[in-house]
């Protein structure tokens, strides 16, 4: 199993530019999540897709979009980037939103760098 | 605002028992207390999870004391491969943007031989 898959693994990327960050997983989860992580800092979600054909805002969306594709694919675009959004970018997926059993498995991370 | 408060670093020996501890004293009753780590550069990893009372799987403990104010980690037999920054999450079972896993600085826990 190849659990959460993302892509790219590195990026950099020009001011102004834009770019779509991929993450598919093969589990069959309901639920998906986009989170950044910048030097010496802890998780700050980004975007969440509670299920299939919803989205929501999470703590810092701002500059950023998402499309829930299917139940694999949940998708990050970045419509002009900016060096304040050099970062990591870890996409996760957990099997239910609502309910205890919401154990998060998180993909190896996308290290995006904006000159 | 971060829900629990967890000290910045800790340093274990290999082989001996790690405990790392997180205070949420603010923690409602409806609310559960997650445990997370990362390993450098990696994805984040699901650790254990619990209420009320304490729970064990096969890689931790979770203590939880009666009032719920605070909670420790047990790592029984930690090794090197346990070096890794640890999250402690409190969070809502539901939906809606209060049962995200938020994330704060966590406690950078290192193993030593």
């Known amino acids: 199993n190849a659990g959460v898959t993302q892509t790219p693994k590195f990026q950099v990327l020009k001011t102004g530019q834009s770019m779509t960050l991929q993450c598919a997983q093969d589990?069959?989860?309901?639920?998906m999540y986009w989170y950044r992580q910048d030097p010496g800092m802890g998780l700050r979600l980004i975007y969440y897709?509670?299920?299939?054909?919803?989205?929501d805002k999470g703590e810092v969306p701002n500059g950023y979009n998402v499309s829930r594709l299917n139940k694999r694919e949940f998708s990050l675009r970045l419509e002009s980037a900016a060096p304040s959004q050099t970062s990591v970018y870890f996409c996760a997926s957990s099997p239910t939103y609502s309910g205890e059993y919401t154990e998060a498995f998180f993909g190896q991370g996308t290290r995006l760098t904006v000159v | 605002d971060a829900k629990t408060t967890q000290p910045p670093s800790m340093d274990c020996a290999e082989g001996r028992a790690a405990n790392l501890p997180c205070n949420h004293s603010t923690i409602s009753g409806n609310e559960y207390v997650y445990w997370y780590r990362q390993i450098h550069s990696q994805g984040p990893q699901y650790i254990i999870h619990g209420l009320k009372n304490n729970e064990t799987n096969e890689m931790a403990s979770l203590i939880i004391t009666e009032d719920r104010k605070s909670s420790t980690l047990i790592l029984p037999h930690a090794t090197l491969r346990d070096t890794a920054v640890y999250y402690c999450?409190?969070?809502?079972?539901?939906?809606?943007?209060?049962?995200?896993?938020?994330f704060g600085k966590g406690t950078k826990l290192s193993v030593k031989p």
């Open positions: 897709s509670a299920s299939e054909g919803t989205t």
């Open positions: 589990m069959n989860h309901n639920s």
């Open positions: 999450i409190v969070r809502v079972a539901g939906w809606g943007s209060q049962g995200n896993l938020i």
